[in-house]
T-cell receptor, first 111, second 115 residues
């Protein structure tokens, strides 16, 4: 599985857009890029997944450049409730594949 | 549609006792995974099960830990003779059968404290 690197922590204020970048230089052809969110004292929650270009859902956008060696999770207009740890995962995640979590990025949103 | 359910949410055991953690997957999900999160660390995979089968237990400690997912009832993670180092949050996740890129649905976790 591709190794990922993301910032340990980020700070933001309510209403700002937050972009968290993840580096995955040795991503394989069949790998997908997946982001999970974990609130304190809760299990992780799937946010978004993509293979290339841009993916958008009601929660976030995921930008993936053509070389796929990095990806950026974009959270528009964050609120206090977006304070959480965000994990970037890269791999071929089919049924039966264990998820490999790194330390993630701790996002702190202040008012 | 109820999500993944885990119980108990909090469990306190003294050293040497047994801990049993239960997980009921989402309806229709046949794959169950257990992860452990030690304080200040990321989640680590422990075991992957399907009904009545352990498929991958590469992340399970070699001793004192066992898991099952019977034909009927929840999946159970069992820790025998607990030690202080077993104190952690244990998360269960489930996923639907086969498919390409997919997501795992996590439960709220069981926080085990060994005193």
């Amino acid at each position: 599985l591709a190794k990922t690197t993301q910032p340990i922590s980020m700070d933001s204020y309510e209403g700002q857009e937050v972009n968290i970048t993840c580096s995955h230089n040795n991503i394989a052809t069949n790998d997908y890029i997946t982001w999970y969110q974990q609130f304190p004292s809760q299990g992780p929650r799937f946010i978004i997944q993509g293979y290339k270009t841009k993916v958008t859902n009601e929660v976030a956008s995921l930008f993936i450049p053509a070389d796929r060696k990095s990806s950026t999770l974009s959270l528009p207009r964050v609120s206090l409730s977006d304070t959480a740890v965000y994990y970037c995962l890269v791999g071929v995640y089919q049924a039966g594949t264990a998820l490999i979590f790194g330390k993630g990025t701790t996002l702190s949103v202040s008012s | 549609n109820a999500g993944v359910m885990q119980n108990p949410r909090h469990l306190v055991r003294r050293r040497g006792q047994e801990a049993r953690l239960r997980c009921s997957p989402m309806k229709g999900h046949s794959h169950v995974y257990w992860y452990r999160q030690l304080p200040e660390e990321g989640l680590k995979f422990m075991v992957y099960l399907q009904k009545e089968n352990i498929i991958d237990e590469s992340g399970m400690p070699k001793e004192r830990f066992s898991a099952e997912f019977p034909k009927e009832g929840p999946s159970i993670l069992r820790i025998q003779q607990v030690v202080r180092g077993d104190s952690a949050a244990y998360f269960c996740a489930s996923s639907p059968p086969a498919g390409a890129a997919y997501e795992q649905y996590f439960g709220p976790g069981t926080r085990l404290t060994v005193t």
